[in-house]
């Protein structure tokens, strides 16, 4: 799908269909539509189909950037099942023009996002064009420019994201710690701006990143270490992104139960997000440096596992007693979250499927901020508000540190109540966070929006791309700023 704005008023503009946004359901020109029929499985929006006009009439409950989304993506649905080529749409101006023409962009690319590599039949959309009228809904002026950039913004962000959605829905028998290697290294290829360091195991143990090297012990697959940079002569602040790597988690010899071990190729969605982010941050020309660092491993069961009574020294010389091998995303975290501080980040953000307790506190649709630093928490979550990404803060309490306290370590990889979860993760974390760089930190825990196995919003099932448009409306504010 191509997006193009015309400096026109829509009854100038040809195309197949006209998008009619309707924010009044009693309007005559509603009930007269020749065909009408409801859609309900998208949260209720109503959707009327005026074929002999050649026109859809289209429910806007608001001019939040979310209506936006919802509202052209349930254009879309109802659109591709049709053998339309070409669509012309009135602007939708909310608080920022560059917001709102982004949104556009983004309601149509996710509705049309679909993984079907692995069925037979694959369904396709006639729709080729969206034609945006330079004439606003409701008659309000806007920067012609602004709007471009915003769909520049939109397209980049959204295929970001799906470039993410690409690498979870991967099944693991065919994405392993090698593949995300060869995926980061033609990344780097296609993109000149990026470049990109693969280091093995070899190097690992170098690095004495034991508690790394514990978790894929047990793999056939060996372990990588990717690290995918952005350097701008003129870069104001340097970011650094890790990311969660597990192309798939058993559970180790702490073995999940069968039901629970599905979905867990979605364990590698924190290094998916964090590739797609340099991605979109090298196609945008941010001025900002910036660095991902993926963890790629395997949990595996076999004679050579890591087991519980373990004690593994990290990379900062921490010593962790491992009591649950399926409490193994942390653990590689804590020494590439040690690789990561070497380089000296302005901003660190990890990012991670890591707890089920996140997703039995906020849902399957919400992720989690947690960190020390209470202003970056509140200033990341108001910008994620507008990216169309649920999340919430959650603070760390003094108490729940003797949660992880171990008798014969520095500190346990579990904790020892099953209350407060996603906290006692995070503190576990916040372990292998240097002094310097507390309060420069966040951890993201996307467990829930990472997989989700019914569609929702303008989300398909499986994979969501969670953390990626989040951090990337983070990252457009931070260039922004003086």
Same mark, same amino acid.
């Given at each position: ?130 034609? =945006? +009228?330079?004439?606003? %809904? *409701?008659?309000?002026?806007?920067? !012609?420019?602004? $709007? ?5 913004? @939109? ?125 979109? =941050? +090298?196609?945008?020309? %941010? *001025?900002?440096?910036?660095?991902? !660092?993926?963890? $790629? ?5 076999? @004679? ?179």
């Amino acid at each position: 799908m191509k997006f193009e704005l015309q400096n026109k008023k829509l009854e100038a503009i040809k195309a197949d269909f006209e998008l009619v946004f309707v924010q009044d359901k009693n309007i005559k020109a509603f009930k007269d539509a020749k065909t009408l029929f409801e859609l309900t499985n998208y949260k209720g929006e109503g959707v009327c189909l005026d074929l002999a006009n050649k026109r859809l009439f289209v429910e806007l409950k608001g001019i939040e950037y979310e209506d936006i989304r919802l509202a052209f993506c349930s254009a879309y649905k109802t659109l591709e099942k049709l053998n339309v080529k070409s669509l012309k749409t009135p602007s939708i101006l909310g608080k920022c023009v560059v917001m709102s023409f982004a949104s556009l962009v983004q309601g149509f690319k996710f509705a049309n996002y679909k993984f079907d590599k692995y069925k037979a039949e694959k369904k396709s959309t006639a729709l080729e064009k969206i034609i =945006v +009228s330079s004439t606003e %809904l *409701n008659n309000q002026k806007f920067d !012609i420019e602004e $709007a471009k950039l915003g769909l520049e913004i @939109g397209e980049i962000t959204a295929n970001a994201t799906n470039f993410a959605k690409d690498i979870v829905n991967e099944t693991p028998q065919n994405y392993t710690s090698l593949t995300m290697a060869k995926d980061a290294e033609n990344l780097a290829k296609t993109h000149k701006n990026i470049t990109c360091k693969i280091y093995d195991e070899k190097f690992l143990e170098k690095e004495k990143m034991n508690a790394f090297l514990s978790v894929n012990r047990a793999s056939v697959h060996p372990p990588r270490l990717i690290h995918l940079s952005y350097k701008p002569k003129t870069a104001k602040q340097r970011i650094i992104f890790v990311g969660k790597g597990l192309t798939y988690d058993t559970g180790g010899l702490s073995l999940k139960q069968a039901a629970n071990m599905l979905t867990m190729k979605a364990d590698k969605s924190g290094a998916a997000a964090a590739m797609a982010i340099i991605k979109a =941050v +090298s196609e945008l020309n %941010l *001025n900002l440096e910036v660095h991902s !660092i993926l963890g $790629a491993a395997e949990n595996m069961v076999g @004679g050579n596992a890591y087991k519980p009574d373990d004690v593994l020294i990290s990379r900062e010389g921490v010593s962790i007693e491992v009591k649950n091998t399926d409490a193994e995303g942390r653990l590689v975290l804590a020494d590439c979250l040690s690789y990561a501080q070497d380089l000296k980040p302005d901003l660190l953000i990890d990012m991670a499927t890591l707890t089920g307790a996140c997703v039995v506190g906020l849902g399957e649709y919400t992720s989690a901020i947690i960190g020390n630093n209470e202003e970056l928490q509140n200033a990341f979550y108001e910008t994620s508000k507008r990216s169309g990404e649920y999340t919430c803060v959650l603070h760390f309490n003094p108490y729940l540190h003797e949660l992880i306290d171990s008798n014969v370590a520095d500190v346990s990889n579990s904790s020892s109540s099953r209350y407060g979860g996603a906290l006692t993760a995070g503190l576990f974390l916040d372990k292998f966070i240097r002094k310097e760089y507390k309060d420069k930190w966040l951890h993201l825990d996307i467990a829930g929006p990472a997989y989700v196995e019914k569609n929702w919003g303008y989300t398909s099932f499986g994979a969501g791309g969670a953390g990626v448009r989040m951090c990337l409306a983070y990252l457009l504010k931070l260039s922004r700023s003086k």
